[in-house]
T-cell receptor, first 113, second 117 residues
Framework: AQSVTQPDIHITVSEGASLELRCNYS??????LFWYVQSPGQGLQLLLK??????LVQGIKGFEAEFKRSQSSFNLRKPSVHWSDAAEYFC???????????FGAGTRLFVKA | EAGVVQSPRYKIIEKKQPVAFWCNPI?????LYWYRQNLGQGPELLIR????????DSQLPKDRFSAERLKGVDSTLKIQPAELGDSAVYLC???????????????FGPGTRLLVL
């Protein structure tokens, strides 16, 4: 069965510092992978997605993620965090063939001045 | 282009009362999803529609939850009667296949925050 693990419940980084949010998945084949961001009181916004091809995926707001098959990971990165990046981040996996999307529990990002 | 619209944004009810949520997906999106998001957790799929057909409702608690998508556009999700444990944010999302007929991307509405007292 599919599953997604986000090991970090919350992370605090200084503004301007780099960021990496971890995501590990369990699936029998190569799944579709997503990162979403959710600001307080808002719905989820797609940051980026991986379906196939280049394992380094560029997204909106300066985010990128790298799919590593050998590690079953899809970590999200940003070289320089802005205060407006403070939010909850969700990794999600969807099985090929249209199986339902499974979300991780989320990582809350705090940005300190 | 308007995004996914949900109403109401907030709802407070007493337990055992009924409640309904409404969703208007992005125009042209054939697939519609209802998710429930408990505090501190990620969204969990309740039901997925392809046009007016519910193609995955395995996670929908059918004893008290019901949903419909008449005419394959708007959708309503109902809970009757509501229980304390139903307090959560109910998210609606819609998607369509990209121009190459490939994978779908989901677009989420702002959600309805339900509090059952």
């Amino acid at each position: 069965a599919q599953s997604v693990t986000q090991p970090d419940i919350h992370i605090t980084v200084s503004e301007g510092a780099s960021l990496e949010l971890r995501c590990n998945y369990s699936y029998g084949a190569t799944p579709y992978l997503f990162w979403y961001v959710q600001s307080p009181g808002q719905g989820l916004q797609l940051l980026l997605k991986y379906f196939s091809g280049d394992t380094l995926v560029q997204g909106i707001k300066g985010f990128e993620a790298e799919f590593k098959r050998s590690q079953s990971s899809f970590n999200l990165r940003k070289p320089s965090v802005h205060w407006s990046d403070a939010a909850e981040y969700f990794c999600a996996v969807e099985g090929t063939g249209g199986f339902k999307t499974i979300f991780g529990a989320g990582t809350r990002l705090f940005v300190k001045a | 282009e308007a995004g996914v619209v949900q109403s109401p944004r907030y709802k407070i009810i007493e337990k055992k009362q009924p409640v309904a949520f409404w969703c208007n997906p992005i125009s042209g999106h054939n697939t519609l999803y209802w998710y429930r998001q408990n505090l501190g957790q990620g969204p969990e799929l309740l039901i997925r529609y392809e046009n007016e057909e519910a193609v995955d409702d395995s996670q929908l608690p059918k004893d008290r939850f019901s949903a419909e998508r008449l005419k394959g556009v708007d959708s309503t999700l109902k809970i009757q009667p509501a229980e304390l444990g139903d307090s959560a944010v109910y998210l609606c999302a819609s998607s369509s296949r990209d121009t190459s007929g490939g994978q779908e991307t989901q677009y989420f509405g702002p959600g309805t925050r339900l509090l059952v007292l």
